[in-house]
Each structure stands twice: as C-alpha cells, then as structure tokens.
C-alpha cells in the first residue's frame, strides 16, 4: 500500500510563491493535481521515475516547477507567481505500473489526501 503525505500548502496572496512537498516520491510516475471548488480535478504537473521527463499544464507552464530528490524521497511543486485562479486542493499522485509517459490521469493509481493552497488576489 502507498500512502503518499503532502505538506506546503497555505494561503497567499497573487503574485507570492508556494513550494509543495510529497512523499514517498519513487515510483514510476509522479504528479500533481489539483481541484478547484465546483470543478473537475486537472492535472498539473508529472515526472518521470528518472525526473529527466516533465510535462505541465498549458496553464502553469513558466510559473511552476515540479521535481523530485531521489536521495530523500520527496517530490516538490515550486510554484511561483501565483493566482487566485491557482486556488484549489492539491494531490500528490504516484502511477506504479511501470508503463506509459505519465501524462494521462490514468496512469495515476495512488493519491495523497491533498493539501490547500488558496491565493487572493
């Protein structure tokens, strides 16, 4: 069983920088999602189990930074230039399978239990 923890987030307001942090973080696939009140929960960020590949979100492309130390264990969001639009529970998500460019919300079979990020404008 996984059990994926996630801390850092917080309240902040627009334009201020948050750094999220989640282990374990060796697996296959690792990523973050995040949902917003009233939407559908959309990914954000994935890596590679090497952390040689990452892919993100068309909307926070330039202004986050997911990566990962294999030495401790720990996955990390760097989130720079916040919005409110950023708003929203954040999960820390792990895909085992072992296959696949962990770009696809399936590809994800564990999830932490989030953690809150709430920026004002």
């Known amino acids: 069983e996984v059990q994926l923890v996630e801390s850092g987030g917080g309240s902040v307001q627009a334009g201020g920088s948050l750094r999220l942090s989640c282990t374990p973080s060796?697996?296959?696939?690792m990523g973050w999602f995040r949902q917003a009140p009233g939407k559908e929960r959309e990914g954000v960020a994935s890596i590679d189990s090497l952390g040689t590949t990452t892919t993100y979100a068309d909307n926070v492309k330039g202004r986050f930074t997911i990566s990962k130390d294999n030495d401790k264990n720990i996955l990390y969001l760097q989130m720079n230039s916040l919005k409110p639009e950023d708003t929203g529970m954040y999960f820390c998500?792990?895909?085992?399978w072992g296959a696949g460019d962990c770009t696809h919300t399936y590809e994800f079979n564990y999830w932490g239990q989030g953690t809150q990020v709430t920026v004002s404008s």
């Open positions: 060796g697996y296959y696939c």
């Open positions: 998500a792990a895909g085992t």
